[in-house]
Every structure is written in structure tokens, then in C-alpha cells.
């Protein structure tokens, strides 16, 4: 299995030119299974694939979860040997994500989905690397899909792809592991001894795509190749129907240059909510990490 899962990925890698030679690749690793294995198939074939790997940490605040997660990323990076980027949100916004959603009032998940997209944007570039690396998978794939068909959000079915081309103000986007089921990925990261947390989000079960995610295993059970037919017959759709992502050059944020379509972005109005000083964030030097044996940043 480790074999066919790993061969499966660099085809896609390659056959979709996910990477290309002399790309900074940033894996964003939460610390669980589908980001470290992500990580680790990347650092694993960079020399052959012609890219530099690191890491990228979006430290929540997060009683006792972030704290282990942060544990087990320090040692998929030491076990790679690639430089760990740790983004704290404490030290830009004076809180950790439970704070910041008690004072917005709004649901835990959407606000850590607008925080992680943005920190995903604008990090990358911030540091010099010029792709972002995410863990989604099939699972993820079939939650994102139907959850937008459910709110009408058809716009964002049509960018259903495991890679995003890059712009003037964003990284491309690529999702190696976008055609592996979850089960098989954790099977894989066992195997191999990837580290990783088996600590889950206190906020995990408040996300619409988890309840899908977990009615689909049912599906998947009695009909096996449920997920893969889906998301490649949304895609089939999305493509006979010329349905494209929208292309509208977007604004540059007046505060931190973020892609908006209004003037300000959602973080930088969320930050003058609560009394902020909006402005593009940083990955303070003491939380830059290169273990012993991996190349400078």
C-alpha cells in the first residue's frame, strides 16, 4: 500500500505539474496525518523533483491541542531535516483562536478558515517560497463539495482542483494528496513512522464538512469508489458546463496587501473590530526552526 499511495501522489505531482523545478515549496502542516504525510512525500523527493521544502506552523492557541500539535511538527521537521516557520497568533493578536472567536462572536470554524486561507496566502511570499502545500484529501474533496452545493456557493466548486495556479498577490496552490482517501493516508503515515498528532481539534465536530465526511463513510462502505466517481463527475460537470473560477483581478488590501475585492480584507476589518493594528504579519525570528542537518532557509 505505502508504495502504490506514494507512486499514486508523484504521478499526480508530476503528471499535473503541481511543482516545477526550482520551486520553494511551504508545506502547511497542522501536525496531523494528511499535512505530515504531505510534508514527507515532498522532502522525501525534492532533490529528484528540483524544489526546496519547509514548513509552515499556524500556532492557534489552542489550550493543550496546540501545544502537542507544535510537539509533533518540531519533529516531523527534525525527522526531514527542513526548516519549521511557527506562526503564533498570540503575539499578533493578543489572543489565540478561542479569544478571537468569543470576541468576534462567530463560529469557531469560520473564523479559523479565513485566518488559515489568509496566513496560507500571505506567509508563503512573505518568506520567499513561492508554492503552498496543503494535506487535503479525497475526504476533503467530497466535504468541500457538497457543502457548497448546500450553501449555493457554486464559484468555489469550479476552483475543485489539486492545484490553483499561483497570481501576483498569492502562491500557487497544490494538494498532493487530493485522489487519497483519509483511511489510506493514515495507514501510509503509520507505516512509515511519520510523526504526527493523534490529537484532534476541540472545534473539529462544529465544521459542516465533518458530518458529510462521516455520512459519506457509509456510502464509501456499501459502495466502494463512491468518493473518486463524485469528485471526478463534479469536475466532468463543472468542465462540460465551461464553468470557470472567477478571474476578476482582485484589490490589493490598503492595510497588508492581501488579495481582496473591497478595499480592506476580512482579517484586517476583523483586526479593526477588535482594536488592532491592521497590517501585513511576520514570522518573528525566534520562531524560525532549522534543525541540526537541514539547509539554511
Same mark, same amino acid.
Given at each position: 500500500?505505502?508504495?502504490?499511495?506514494?507512486?499514486?501522489?508523484?504521478?499526480?505531482?508530476?503528471?499535473?505539474?503541481?511543482?516545477?523545478?526550482?520551486?520553494?515549496?511551504?508545506?502547511?502542516?497542522?501536525?496531523? %496525518?494528511?499535512?505530515?504525510?504531505?510534508?514527507?512525500?515532498?522532502?522525501?523527493?525534492?532533490?529528484?523533483?528540483?524544489?526546496?521544502?519547509?514548513?509552515?506552523?499556524?500556532?492557534?492557541?489552542?489550550?493543550?491541542?496546540?501545544?502537542?500539535?507544535?510537539?509533533?511538527?518540531?519533529?516531523?521537521?527534525?525527522?526531514?531535516?527542513?526548516?519549521?516557520?511557527?506562526?503564533?497568533?498570540?503575539?499578533?493578536?493578543?489572543?489565540?483562536?478561542?479569544?478571537?472567536? +468569543?470576541?468576534?462572536?462567530?463560529?469557531?470554524?469560520?473564523?479559523? +478558515?479565513?485566518?488559515?486561507?489568509?496566513?496560507?496566502?500571505?506567509?508563503?511570499?512573505?518568506?520567499?517560497?513561492?508554492?503552498?502545500?496543503? +494535506?487535503?484529501?479525497?475526504?476533503?474533496?467530497?466535504?468541500?463539495?457538497?457543502?457548497?452545493?448546500?450553501?449555493?456557493?457554486?464559484?468555489?466548486?469550479?476552483?475543485?482542483?489539486?492545484?490553483?495556479?499561483?497570481?501576483?498577490?498569492?502562491?500557487? %496552490?497544490? %494538494?498532493?494528496?487530493?485522489?487519497?482517501?483519509?483511511?489510506?493516508?493514515?495507514?501510509?503515515?503509520?507505516?512509515?513512522?511519520?510523526?504526527?498528532?493523534?490529537?484532534?481539534?476541540?472545534?473539529?465536530?462544529?465544521?459542516?464538512?465533518?458530518?458529510?465526511?462521516?455520512?459519506?463513510?457509509?456510502?464509501?462502505?456499501?459502495?466502494?469508489?463512491?468518493?473518486?466517481?463524485?469528485?471526478?463527475?463534479?469536475?466532468?460537470?463543472?468542465?462540460?458546463?465551461?464553468?470557470?473560477?472567477?478571474?476578476?483581478?482582485?484589490?490589493?488590501?490598503?492595510?497588508?496587501?492581501?488579495?481582496?475585492?473591497?478595499?480592506?480584507?476580512?482579517?484586517?476589518?476583523?483586526?479593526?473590530?477588535?482594536?488592532?493594528?491592521?497590517?501585513?504579519?511576520?514570522?518573528? %525570528?525566534?520562531?524560525?526552526?532549522?534543525?541540526?542537518?537541514?539547509?539554511?532557509?
Amino acid at each position: 500500500m505505502a508504495k502504490s499511495i506514494e507512486e499514486r501522489v508523484l504521478g499526480l505531482i508530476r503528471g499535473q505539474r503541481l511543482v516545477k523545478r526550482g520551486d520553494r515549496v511551504m508545506v502547511a502542516v497542522s501536525g496531523g %496525518k494528511d499535512s505530515s504525510t504531505t510534508a514527507w512525500i515532498l522532502a522525501k523527493h525534492a532533490e529528484d523533483l528540483g524544489i526546496k521544502v519547509a514548513l509552515l506552523h499556524l500556532y492557534q492557541g489552542i489550550p493543550r491541542y496546540s501545544d502537542n500539535a507544535l510537539k509533533d511538527v518540531k519533529k516531523l521537521a527534525d525527522k526531514l531535516k527542513v526548516p519549521l516557520y511557527v506562526h503564533h497568533w498570540e503575539d499578533e493578536w493578543g489572543m489565540g483562536l478561542p479569544g478571537i472567536v +468569543g470576541r468576534m462572536r462567530k463560529a469557531s470554524c469560520y473564523i479559523c +478558515g479565513i485566518l488559515k486561507r489568509y496566513y496560507q496566502n500571505v506567509l508563503p511570499l512573505e518568506m520567499g517560497y513561492n508554492v503552498v502545500a496543503t +494535506g487535503h484529501n479525497l475526504d476533503d474533496a467530497v466535504g468541500f463539495t457538497i457543502n457548497n452545493l448546500i450553501t449555493g456557493q457554486f464559484e468555489y466548486i469550479a476552483r475543485l482542483s489539486p492545484v490553483l495556479p499561483e497570481s501576483e498577490l498569492t502562491p500557487r %496552490k497544490i %494538494k498532493p494528496l487530493f485522489w487519497i482517501q483519509e483511511k489510506e493516508i493514515l495507514a501510509f503515515a503509520e507505516e512509515n513512522n511519520i510523526p504526527f498528532s493523534r490529537c484532534q481539534c476541540p472545534f473539529q465536530q462544529l465544521a459542516p464538512t465533518y458530518h458529510i465526511r462521516r455520512a459519506f463513510d457509509v456510502v464509501e462502505e456499501r459502495r466502494p469508489g463512491t468518493r473518486k466517481a463524485f469528485v471526478k463527475n463534479v469536475m466532468r460537470l463543472v468542465e462540460r458546463a465551461k464553468v470557470a473560477p472567477e478571474e476578476s483581478k482582485p484589490n490589493k488590501c490598503k492595510y497588508c496587501g492581501a488579495p481582496t475585492r473591497g478595499k480592506v480584507c476580512a482579517v484586517c476589518k476583523m483586526k479593526i473590530r477588535l482594536g488592532i493594528k491592521p497590517e501585513r504579519p511576520r514570522i518573528q %525570528k525566534e520562531h524560525v526552526y532549522v534543525p541540526e542537518g537541514a539547509e539554511g532557509i
